[in-house]
């Protein structure tokens, strides 16, 4: 590279590029995801469906996010993760339309069966473009943009859908919010690219430095078998908190428009709005508590156990407090909070006790277990809950969150971090300091 190109900081074209159209993927992901949650009453009483009915319904996308998890990176690495994402799109497009043509609960649970197969494949996707196209000290704020997706979708979707389904109906509230997947999948292809080498609009300066600063992928001794993995402690108890966590996570996102169109009785829009309210605090927390994690020298479990635990007591003081939409409505940001804040620094906190060559198997398994939660959630606050109403099936929600932090505590207490995972995650930084200093000294 020039002088120039190094004495300054590379383009950032990449964030634009790259960056912020998988967190236009994962926006339209999540969308077609929890639409149903705001649709859930409408469909209920047009289908005449029991609470319990309801809560297979919710969960069954999840019966099919969990098998394809692992397919769906094998999938990226033969074809390319852009085919696959755009892929995923048209059969979400597809499958939302599929949804308003159901006229049955078969029908229904088979197409969000069908959601969650294609949506499976995506996050093994990103994980790819992540790792191709982001310098290793910018891949976690990669992840967190194309995470930020979560509160963002739910702020956007919610009161559009409650919108939609009572200036019209939830049929089709469906095929609006899926037109969106046919027209970014065309832009997908378009635009994306697999790799830096095969975007020509990329300048030569970025491009270089991408290669120059993006992780190599391990061979030979380096690659850790998955036999390795299994044996891990740590991994194993990384997954039971991920599964208690994600538990009420899903449960809480999906139940959430339910129990205050039960609270409330200012109709379907009304709904909607309200429901923005939780989702858009709980996305400035997950900001907020990410960027304290990184510029704080406490350990990362400061920011992960306290916020699962005020999520689970939020939860159980639901079911003690008046069941007033005021009060209701406040513990329900307060647990929002709680399940979403702990998301960014949770993954540097959780792989500290792996070694790096087993970072890419290990936090695939912890987040296909954590998916498992997203089973069974929705059907235990369906099954629990009293007279169908929701919110007094929502205090098993706070159990889970509960014994989640306490098992996040004993692993913070007890389990050894991993020596190489700590060193290396020192060192990166350590290169990153000297690198910055380099590039602002002037060229001999």
């Known amino acids: 590279m020039s002088n120039s190109s190094t004495s300054t900081t590379p383009p950032a074209a990449r964030w634009r590029r790259t960056g912020l159209l998988l967190f236009l993927v994962y ?20 289908l005449h469906l029991a609470a319990t009915t309801i809560g297979v319904v919710l969960s069954a996308f999840f019966w099919g996010y969990i098998l394809t998890q692992v397919p769906g990176g094998w999938l990226a690495g033969k074809i390319g993760p852009t085919k696959v994402i755009a892929g995923a799109l048209f059969c979400w497009g597809v499958v939302s339309i599929g949804q308003a043509l159901s006229g049955s609960t078969t029908a229904m649970i088979v197409w969000r069966f069908l959601m969650g197969l294609s949506e499976g494949v995506v996050w093994p996707a990103f994980a790819v473009m992540f790792v191709v196209w982001f ?14 997706a979560l509160p963002a979708s739910s702020i956007i979707m919610v009161p559009s859908a409650g919108w939609l389904i009572e200036t019209w109906d939830w049929r089709v509230m469906f095929v609006v919010q899926g037109l969106p997947a046919f027209v970014l999948a065309f832009v997908v292809l378009r635009y994306l690219k697999d790799s830096p080498e095969q975007d020509a609009r990329l300048s030569d300066a970025e491009r270089d430095h991408i290669l120059a600063t993006r992780a190599e992928r391990a061979t030979g001794a380096e690659a850790a078998s998955f036999w390795t993995v299994l044996r891990s402690p740590a991994v194993w108890a990384c997954c039971l908190v991920y599964f208690l966590w994600l538990t009420g996570f899903y449960s809480f996102g999906l139940w959430l428009p339910t129990v205050v169109g039960q609270l409330s009785s200012r109709g379907i829009g009304a709904v909607g709005l309200l429901s923005v309210i939780p989702f858009a605090i709980a996305g400035a ?20 156990i306290p916020p699962l635990a005020v999520g689970g007591v939020a939860l159980l003081l639901q079911q003690f407090l008046p069941a007033t939409l005021g ?11 709680g399940v979403y804040a702990a998301f960014g620094p949770w993954w540097a906190w959780a792989l500290q006790y792996i070694a790096p060559e087993q970072a890419g198997q290990a936090s695939g398994m912890i987040n296909l277990m954590g998916s498992f939660g997203g ?10 809950a009293t007279e169908g109403h929701a919110a007094s099936g929502l205090y098993v929600l706070g159990f889970c969150l509960l014994v989640g932090a306490l098992v996040a505590f004993g692993i913070a207490r007890v389990a050894p971090r991993n020596w190489a995972a700590t060193t290396a995650a020192a060192a990166v930084r350590a290169k990153s300091t000297v690198l910055e200093h380099s590039e602002e000294a002037p060229k001999r």
């Open 27 to 46: 926006l339209v992901a999540f969308a077609e995801r929890a639409n149903i949650s705001v649709a859930a009453p409408a469909i209920s009483a047009d």
């Open 135 to 148: 310098p290793l000290r910018e891949r976690a704020r990669a992840a967190g943009l194309s995470l930020f």
């Open 285 to 304: 927390a997950m900001l907020l508590n990410s960027r304290a994690a990184d510029r704080s020298t406490r350990p990362k479990s400061w920011f992960v």
């Open 327 to 337: 009060v209701q409505l406040t513990l329900m940001v307060v647990t929002g909070i």
């Open 375 to 384: 089973v069974v959630g929705p059907v235990i606050v369906g099954f629990v």
